[in-house]
């Protein structure tokens, strides 16, 4: 193998690494708060939005 493939291969792995490895840094230093769903403000017999315990189930699963 000629030494111009070597030297490009060798740039192009350390360019990856390096890539990976700010991606890696940068997500390491956040720690997003979980959404709380918003306080149940309807009205009986309404067809408006409602926070039931189905509901408070899915938004436990879905956190991160």
């Known amino acids: 193998m000629s ?21 890696a840094g940068a997500a390491a230093g956040q720690h997003p708060q979980p959404a709380q769903p918003a306080a149940n403000t309807a009205q009986p017999g309404s067809k408006a939005y409602r926070v039931s315990a189905h509901i408070r189930n899915y938004y436990r699963t879905t956190r991160v």
């Not at 030494?3 to 990856?16: E, Q």
Request: glycine share 20%.
């Open 3 to 23: 030494k111009s493939k070597v030297d490009r291969r060798n740039f192009l792995i350390t360019l990856g690494l390096g890539g990976a490895g700010a991606v």
